[in-house]
């Protein structure tokens, strides 16, 4: 059970759940993405399909559905906002985590 998930077992809606089912896919599809980007070395690996591109949309729609308990998904929340408390470091200390699976 990921994070997604548990979030989506606290709020206990089947919009949750179908919430956190798309964000589980996402964060994959990220996680993979940001990986491969940081192999290549590339400058800038972003294109305007790439996952990163949504995250603005799933951190607003993670707010909207599981509320204030949003704020512990800290990985969708860097990417959506990556100026509010953010750093770099958080942002490698969840690419460590998410790669432990
Ligand atoms: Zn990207």
Known sequence: MNSYD???ARVGTPEAQSLAERL??????TVMH???AYL???????????????????????????GVVA????FLRALADP???GSAGA???E???AGTG
């Open 91 to 93: 942002q490698s200390d």
């Open 40 to 66: 290549a070395r590339s400058a800038d690996p972003c294109s305007a399909d790439c996952p990163c591109q949504k995250a603005s949309y799933y951190w607003s729609e993670a707010r909207r559905v599981f």
């Open 83 to 85: 100026g509010t408390d």
């Open 24 to 29: 589980t896919a996402w964060h994959d599809a």
């Open 71 to 74: 704020a512990d998904l800290t």
């Open 6 to 8: 548990l979030l989506a």
């Open 95 to 97: 690419r460590r985590r």
């Open 34 to 36: 940001r990986r491969r």
